[in-house]
DNA sequence: ATAAAGTGACTTTTT
DNA sequence: GTCACTTTAT
């Protein structure tokens, strides 16, 4: 087998590159899974590398699943025991087989970001800290950007007051996490590079196994990643990154851009190869992508450059409101798909954060349109959901106390506050986590519980105790599935959420879709289908088969591509986002935000922005995106005449009526954004006036006298 | 103990 | 406008 085929000569360098140490600097669309998953395959096919030596690590389940299949396809079953995964999938695995040498036992679960949130609010109340002076989201993103750069507890630098604080809450809610037998997200990674730190022997023996390491969008790793990738090597020294850095998007998670240089500092014998050959976009789109990035400081340009040859221009367009601007995309894609000039599942919306889809959902469902949002949040956020897979937690491990508490009663099942409170009492006074002194009441040992406790509430306890017992003595004969049915038998589930609403229903559904999934977990079992659903993406909800068109946010656009690509709400405030602004760093990962949308698109690009934007409900005028001056007019389809008019899309919405016009050839004129002008010519349409102006700064613009905000100056 | 009604705070991005 | 959390009434 040609493992080079239709490779182009950087690739192929890359592909066949010795041992050591080698940086592969790779633009978008340039194929960097491909020469990924075409090495491995040279590795294995050409050298005769056992595939039990190689790991491969994404950042998603999404990437790593298509390498999977990918490798099937190049390799078939000679690539059986290769380890692809997430960094964290990997470490779970690892901690999982390491569990005797930590702290925690191999049944441990995993806390997703709103367990932590409540560990750290319930924390802040113990200590009787004020949730308004710090707030639980700002200390959990400290503890969590401390074990990013694997700053544990006791090493937690303190320099003013809140540090203090910060450190308190964090050990205290280390000591929960470690009570629960839980590890959230960053402690998969803390508590592995701890281990090879702690455990020469274990990190000799993955060292050595691991041959080869392929290490996908490098630029986005963290310290505490980027540490467990230097253990990983530390005896065959190969390691294959590749990487962008001008699609780094991460940093507020922790992600440095910065180990791309530091890599090379590190292995200074490193190759070092460029790709920039893009086989996705045409010309005009990549001019465009590169006129954005190019404003970044400190960077080494890339000449981005395709053989698709230049392409349609791209459309940059003002909108009235976003109300507008999501019913103008959805007019142009079902004006495209009914003209048979693309497909539903050619389109793509793409947006800074998750508020904004809501409108786009409302045009979509007003139009019937069928359509697809990437987000897991959207459906593991949900009340029912979470309730769910807190049982299936709870039966798996009954000392994670997070757990415990949402479910203990849900449904309604007598047991408040006061209830729970002193049981967690009882069980502190006897040394055991309350879950796990139910489990023994249920199964028959009868608790000290003197005068604590009413008859009625003691009675609850017990009942649930006993359910508790019994599917936590069944968990291990069945499987996820038939579990889960057990469970919401029991619990009268369906009794609970079927209300008679709309909603009931539409939650109860829900219910269903988990169930589906488990489904899927009958040979894997419980544990898998735990870690699985806590570590979940939102990239990885993405299903390209669906032929609908995609709305998501430009985060989880990153590694995507789409024939057509709307980017909207391009206003100030908005992209660049506003908290971004008083950090230089932060803005120009907003640029990179824009980039990596931008570079999506295979053929056709709109960029939309708003006259006016609302937060919260609350509408305001809006400035356009300060990144769409960057773009060059001769890249832009009509740039010298722009018409700026609200869409007659919705006819719920009609202008008011003007007979006269207001404005008169020769006026001197002043627009929010445009600065002071001429009027040329004014004219009175049916429910509107439309005014030519010529403005010093930007030339000729026709505009809509009721929206465009215009002032007469004398 | 629970349901209903009221409050305030808040939205980047998510493994 | 939406959510989570608190207060109030039963």
Not at 76 to 84: A, D, F, M, S
Not at 238 to 267: K, T
Not at 329 to 355: C, K
Not at 632 to 637: A, K, M, Q, S, W
Request: aromatic residues 8%; proline residues 4%; contains cysteine.
């Amino acid at each position: 087998m040609d493992y080079l085929e239709s490779l182009n000569p950087q690739q192929q360098q890359a592909v066949v590159a010795g041992t050591g140490p080698v940086l592969v600097l790779a633009g978008p669309g340039s194929g960097k899974t491909r020469v990924l998953t075409h090495r491995i395959a040279y590795l294995v096919g050409g050298l005769g590398v056992h595939p039990y030596h190689i790991v491969a690590v994404t950042f998603t389940n999404k990437a790593a699943r298509e390498m999977e299949a990918r490798l099937q396809n190049l390799l078939g079953e000679q690539q059986r025991g290769l380890t692809v995964g997430t960094f964290h999938a990997v470490c779970g695995r690892i901690l999982r087989r390491e569990a005797e040498h930590l702290p925690f036992d191999s049944n441990y679960v995993i806390f997703d970001a709103d367990d932590q949130l409540r560990i750290v609010k319930q924390v802040l109340q113990e200590l009787d800290l004020d949730e308004k002076r710090y707030r639980p989201q700002s200390v959990h993103a400290s503890i969590s950007r401390a074990k990013n750069d694997l700053i544990f507890v006791d090493d937690f630098p303190v320099q003013t007051y809140r540090d203090e604080v910060v450190k308190r809450v964090y050990t205290r809610y280390q000591q929960i996490l470690l009570a629960s037998n839980a590890l959230d997200f960053d402690d998969m990674l803390l508590w592995t590079v701890l281990l090879m730190e702690d455990q020469p022997a274990v990190r000799e023996r993955y060292a050595r196994r691991f041959e080869h390491l392929l290490v996908d969008e490098f630029q986005d790793t963290n310290v505490a990643q980027y540490a467990l990738l230097r253990h990983l090597s530390s005896f065959h020294r190969n390691i294959f990154v590749v990487g962008d850095v001008d699609q780094s998007i991460y940093r507020w998670r922790g992600a440095d851009y910065r180990n791309v240089l530091r890599f090379e500092q590190d292995f200074p014998d490193a190759q070092v190869i460029l790709l920039e050959q893009n086989y996705r976009s045409t010309q005009n789109i990549l001019d465009t992508a590169m006129a954005v990035i190019d404003r970044n400081p400190h960077r080494t340009p890339k000449k981005l450059f395709t053989r698709r040859g230049r392409g349609q221009k791209i459309v940059v367009r003002e909108l009235y409101d976003d109300r507008e601007m999501a019913s103008y995309v959805v007019h142009r894609i079902a004006e495209d798909v009914a003209t048979g000039a693309a497909q539903p599942g050619d389109f793509a919306v793409m947006y800074r954060t998750n508020a904004q889809s809501r409108l786009l959902e409302e045009a979509f469902l007003a139009a019937g349109l069928p359509y697809k949002l990437v987000g897991a949040q959207r459906f593991y956020g949900r009340r029912e959901i979470r309730d769910l897979i807190a049982y299936l937690r709870l039966v798996h491990n009954p000392r994670d106390e997070v757990s415990l508490t949402r479910v203990i009663n849900v449904p309604r099942r007598g047991i408040g506050n006061k209830t729970l409170l002193t049981l967690q009492e009882l069980a502190r006074s006897l040394g055991v986590s309350p879950g796990g002194l139910l489990l023994r009441w249920g199964g028959g040992e009868t608790p000290p519980i003197g005068e604590a406790l009413s008859a009625r509430a003691a009675a609850s306890l017990l009942s649930f105790g006993e359910m508790l017992a019994a599917w936590h003595q069944a968990k291990d004969a069945l499987p996820p599935l038939e579990l889960m049915d057990r469970i919401l038998a029991d619990t009268r589930y369906r009794e609970y959420l079927d209300d008679g609403t709309e909603e009931g229903q539409e939650r109860w559904d829900n219910v269903m879709e988990l169930r589906r999934l488990a489904g899927e977990y009958h040979d894997r079992g419980l544990v898998d289908f735990l870690e699985d659903v806590a570590l979940i993406s939102d990239q990885d909800t993405y299903d390209e088969d669906a032929n609908v068109p995609t709305l998501l946010t430009l985060h989880a656009a990153k590694g995507l591509e789409f024939p057509v690509v709307f980017i909207v709400g391009l206003n100030d405030g908005t992209l660049p986002h506003f908290r971004s602004f008083d950090d230089e760093e932060a803005m120009q990962e907003e640029r990179r935000l824009l980039y990596v949308g931008i570079t999506r698109a295979k053929d056709r690009l709109y960029l939309l922005y708003a006259l006016n934007k609302s937060t919260y409900g609350y509408p305001e005028p809006a400035e356009p995106s300060r990144y769409l001056d960057d773009i060059p007019p001769e890249l832009v389809e009509g740039a010298r005449s722009t018409v700026t008019r609200k869409q007659d899309l919705s006819p719920r919405r009609t202008a008011p009526v003007r007979l006269e016009a207001q404005f008169r050839p020769g006026m001197r004129v002043r627009h929010p954004h445009w600065g002071e002008g001429m009027v040329l010519n004014s004219t009175v349409d049916a429910d509107d006036e439309v005014v030519d102006v010529f403005f010093e700064d930007v030339g000729l613009k026709r505009l809509v006298a009721s929206l465009a905000r215009l002032t007469v100056l004398r």
